[in-house]
């Protein structure tokens, strides 16, 4: 170890979701003095029927909105922070220094909450900044806002340049400090939220900008795993994969880690390792570059995801035509409509999109189809999963799609779609979403027996 090196860790919800769990994470950081900046989730569920901190701000956000009753609303979201608070002031020696500091912060943010005009992101955002505020508070460690070092722009897009600048110069200023995740700042200086789970980003922008060499995302589970275990009991966690593995399998909904925190980590060859704080000792899920990981086997995992319908559009000697597929898309991208894949023929196309892009609006969109692109026929299907089997080891390696499809078809299950990228990264194929679990299941038997 040498003095330089520096890690950032990042908690989620689940690790923070009562006192004593609190308390252990504490000692985590604290047990190795290589974790200097540590980002923080809002308490998560403490039983499986609990309610997390974040939805209940936003479902106070919103009783607020409607000119319901608030005050009580926002109560209930603060009280596990306060039972959290009282929990480590007892750890401290139950002298109540905690405590009432810590009642303070949770009264002028009271103020701010029921006396201003405030956003649904501002509300939502308290549930980190709490949690922030009383980590720092117990381990004696800076603070440091994540509106003073996370961009966005005024359209609420993240401005991961201006970010790098102004959180490298800030961090440089704390050789440790515990910060929030989850939200940034507009240049007009009203708060903005990632989207959900993005406290997982906010980690990966502090990694990169303290130039962490180790990237710990602590959670719940053992790593990422080869499938949803909810689906395949004997799914394992994955010692080692990729940034674009990762990437690939949390886009399909493998929800360990948020998909585009994978990208601030890759800028800065962070190692991203997720580790579960249930067994601190578990080897977890270490995430890197290509070139570090040596073996390559041909799958590292199965991620999927249903709720996709297909735009099926037929023509006549389409293959002749030049500029329909632009023509297609352009129709698309004007109703907003983002495209997952698009399989076709010589004289058939198919557009894959997500289903509530389109639900409602299959008539407009076939209209306008008909109209701009005179095709013979469009047919919109619902009703699609789809399955990624993802691994950097498929590339040149012959068979492994037909041991896919094999391993579909001995379970008697009809593919819709297939598409191997050609990074030959992954292999995604397209079934009815009465297969899906099926599917899963009969493809992580083929390529984890
Ligand atoms: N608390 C936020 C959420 O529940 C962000 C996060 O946990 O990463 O989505």
Known sequence: ???????????????????????????????????RYVVVSAPGRKDPGDHKVTDLLYA???????????????DRAERPLEHIAKHLDWVAGGKGNIDVAFDKI?????????????????????????MARLLAMYLDWPFVDAKDIVRFTSQGKFDAELTQQIASAELKKYPRAVIPGFYGVRPEGDI???????????????????????YENWT????????DPRIVPEARAIEAVTYRELRELSYMGASVFHEEAVIPAKIAGTTIHIRNTHDPEGKGTRVMHESHRGHHPVVVGIAGLKGFSTIQVRKTLMNEEIGFARRLLTVLADEGISVEHMPGGIDALSVIVPTPMIYDREVEIETEIENICRVDDVQIDHGLALIATVGHGMWHTPGVAARLT???????????MINQGSSELNIIVGVAEGDYEEAIRAIHREFFP
Do not use: W
Not at 220 to 227: I, Q, R
């Open 406 to 416: 094999g391993a579909l078809a001995k379970a008697s299950i009809n593919i819709q």
């Open 1 to 35: 170890m040498t003095e330089e090196t520096v890690y950032t860790c990042k908690f989620g919800g689940s690790s923070l979701a009562d006192g004593a769990r609190v308390a252990k994470v504490a000692e985590l950081i604290r047990s190795d003095p290589r974790r």
């Open 60 to 74: 106070a956000y919103e009783n607020k909105r409607l000119g319901l009753e608030f005050r009580e609303a926002y």
């Open 220 to 227: 719940d589970v053992p790593g990422l795993m080869s499938a």
């Open 106 to 130: 949770l009264l002028d943010n009271e103020k701010i909450v029921h006396e201003q005009d405030v956003s649904a992101d501002f509300v939502a955002s308290r549930g980190e900044y709490l």
């Open 192 to 214: 903005k939220t990632f989207s959900r789970g993005g406290s997982d980003l906010t980690g990966a922008i502090v990694a990169r900008a303290t130039i962490s060499t180790v």
